[in-house]
């Protein structure tokens, strides 16, 4: 975010007078100190006109794998995450299991 904030020459107060913060909150998200609420950051994507991924730093890359996770557990049948992560838990315990 600061980087965005940087290139489109916006301080900390007048982002934080945007988004209705102030600019110790921004520059506490900007340090990592504290994150900024989910709602927030869709107001931040949309001041930027920029993606919430982007923000969030997923690359074309990340992006693509969890195109390629989510078509194999479809076409393993598998519907939600929480299944997912069911498979995911009986799969590591059967290899800890051999060890």
Do not use: C
């Amino acid at each position: 975010m600061s980087y965005l904030r940087r290139i489109n020459n916006i301080s900390q107060e007048e982002l934080g007078n945007a988004l209705g913060y102030t600019k110790n909150a921004i520059s506490g998200w900007e340090t990592s100190r504290t994150e900024p609420p989910i709602h927030i950051i869709l107001e931040i994507a949309k001041y930027f006109n920029v993606t919430t991924d982007y923000l969030l730093g997923f690359t074309k890359e990340d992006l693509d794998n969890i195109k390629i996770l989510k078509t194999a557990l479809e076409n393993a049948g598998v519907d939600n995450i929480e299944q997912a992560m069911q498979i995911i838990e009986i799969l590591k315990n059967e290899k800890d299991a051999k060890k």
